[in-house]
Antibody
Framework: QVQLQESGPRLVKPSQTLSLTCSVS??????????WTWIRQLPGKGLEWIGY???????SYTPSLKSRVSISVDTSKNQFSLNLTSVTAADTAVYYC???????????????WGQGTLVTVSS | EIVLTQSPGTLSLSPGERATLSCRAS???????LAWYQQKPGQAPRLLIY???GRATGIPDRFRGSGSGTDFTLTISRLEPEDFAVYYC?????????FGGGTKVEIK
């Protein structure tokens, strides 16, 4: 069973870059049909999809963050990473990495999630 | 962008009662691309339903998903104590993913 674990600084200063890494175990990040995703949850709010990366480097981002976000993959380490630039207090949230499974026309879902990490933007 | 609106925002029910949660899309969504998740405090969301009506592995049959087009429903036939949580619907659009705002099912 695949497991995901987020890591990175929990406190980031305004205007700086938020950087998180997700380590994947129990499965290969190079497996076909899986899109490696970042999702965040603002305090007391719902879920916001940030974007994904496929093992070949193909990416997609939510329009509202597209100018500030990048997701990269390191297949040799079985990890993928999130960079969010020019952060403000509004980016304070729990950040989840997740596996987006798309194995067939009837199998589209997020079936594995990291535990989430709270990142606070504050000086 | 497809907007998902969930209602009600909060549902106050007693154990053993039936819960009916609604998810309405701003435009038609393929049933194949509509999923439901359960989230408990301090935990990551858990997949319940995919393709509008398929139960994920290990999900009890008291959870049932239905609907098509712009209207989808998650029904919990008889609430167990562990079912009190927040539920989110989610869809895959042409380019990106959106989630509904969530419905909290609380103990009455």
């Amino acid at each position: 069973q695949v497991q995901l674990q987020e890591s990175g600084p929990r406190l980031v200063k305004p205007s700086q870059t938020l950087s998180l890494t997700c380590s994947v175990s129990g499965g290969s990040i190079r497996s076909h049909g899986y899109y490696w995703t970042w999702i965040r949850q603002l305090p007391g709010k719902g879920l916001e999809w940030i974007g994904y990366i496929y093992y070949n480097g193909s990416t997609s981002y939510t329009p509202s963050l597209k100018s500030r976000v990048s997701i990269s993959v390191d297949t040799s380490k079985n990890q993928f990473s999130l960079n969010l630039t020019s952060v403000t207090a509004a980016d304070t949230a729990v950040y989840y990495c997740a596996r987006d499974t798309r194995l067939s026309a009837y199998q589209y879902f997020f079936d594995s999630w990291g535990q989430g990490t709270l990142v606070t933007v504050s000086s | 962008e497809i907007v998902l609106t969930q209602s009600p925002g909060t549902l106050s029910l007693s154990p053993g009662e039936r819960a009916t949660l609604s998810c309405r899309a701003s435009q038609s969504v393929s049933s194949n691309f509509l999923a439901w998740y359960q989230q408990k405090p301090g935990q990551a969301p858990r997949l319940l339903i995919y393709a509008a009506s398929g139960r994920a592995t290990g999900i009890p049959d008291r959870f049932r998903g239905s609907g098509s087009g712009t209207d989808f429903t998650l029904t919990i036939s008889r609430l167990e104590p562990e079912d009190f949580a927040v539920y989110y619907c989610q869809q895959y659009g042409a380019s990106f993913v959106t989630f509904g705002g969530g419905t909290k099912v609380e103990i009455k």
